[in-house]
């Protein structure tokens, strides 16, 4: 049995030719695209909603703190609010760590 000569393999060890400098990127842009649609529009939505619901807080409502607790807005300053979690208990709780606003009806 005869062992063939390297030089006789070279043509099937070609790569096929490749598309263009497009082709080749295709699937990274692809990737991208897809990221962007499926993480960071929905948390950039999501971020701009909280936001919104932070600056339309005020005195007397309901919140809930990112830690879970449960108290009510005695006082609205610029980067924090005065919360009342319980009879003559109130803490500071910066703006960032507010989680959601109690509705209304849940809190009745």
Request: charged share 20%; glycine share 10%.
């Amino acid at each position: 049995m005869a062992i063939p000569e390297i030089s006789s393999l070279l043509p099937l060890a070609q790569a096929a030719p490749s598309g263009g400098g497009l082709a080749q990127f295709l699937p990274i842009i692809l990737l991208f695209v897809g990221m962007w649609f499926l993480i960071i529009a929905p948390q950039r939505k999501r971020q701009k909603a909280h936001d919104q619901m932070l600056k339309a807080l005020k005195t007397g409502d309901e919140i809930v703190t990112s830690g879970g607790i449960y108290g009510t807005i005695t006082n609205v300053k610029d980067d924090c609010f005065v919360v009342r979690i319980a009879d003559n208990t109130k803490i500071e709780l910066g703006k960032g760590f507010v989680a959601n606003k109690v509705p209304a009806k849940a809190a009745e």
